[in-house]
């Protein structure tokens, strides 16, 4: 079983910034798609943002979209997500998640997480962090 390795996460004011970082090492995560969740306490999961490594090409939530950015670095080993202009809402623990089955989706490898679901049970996860924005 892969295991991910969030970081970044803290405690800001509205209006601030922080950066996750996700790491998966001795995984090649090169033609995957990966994502970013977020669960708040009482809620379900929700995904944020998902990128499929190969390609580049990128999905956000409305509730994120213009305020986060999902990326990763150019040798494929670490996962990131930008968030500026945090507000109270974001509050939550947030998880880095890989889908092993992009491969085999062909021509749709964010088929599972460009929707920005929950995720899937098998998929690979990290162990959270959390964010907590302060009014």
């Known amino acids: 079983q892969v295991q991910l390795m969030e970081s970044g996460g803290g405690t800001v004011q509205a209006g601030g910034s922080l950066r996750l970082s996700c790491a998966a090492p001795?995984?090649?995560?090169?033609?995957?798609?990966m994502g970013w969740f977020r669960q708040a306490p009482g809620k379900m999961r929700e995904g944020v943002a998902a990128?499929?490594?190969?390609?580049?090409?990128?999905y956000y939530s409305d509730s994120v979209k213009g305020r986060f950015t999902i990326s990763q670095d150019t040798t494929w080993t670490t996962l990131y997500l930008q968030m500026d202009s945090l507000e109270p809402d974001d509050t939550a623990t947030y998880y880095c998640?890989?889908?092993?089955?992009?491969?085999?989706?062909?021509?749709?490898?964010?088929?599972?997480?460009?929707?920005?679901?929950?995720?899937?049970?098998?998929?690979?996860w990290g162990q959270g962090t959390q964010v907590t924005v302060s009014s």
């Open positions: 990128i499929y490594t190969a390609g580049g090409t990128t």
């Open positions: 998640a890989a889908d092993p089955l992009s491969p085999r989706y062909g021509r749709d490898p964010c088929a599972a997480y460009r929707h920005l679901a929950s995720g899937k049970p098998d998929d690979y």
């Open positions: 001795g995984y090649d995560y090169s033609n995957h798609c």
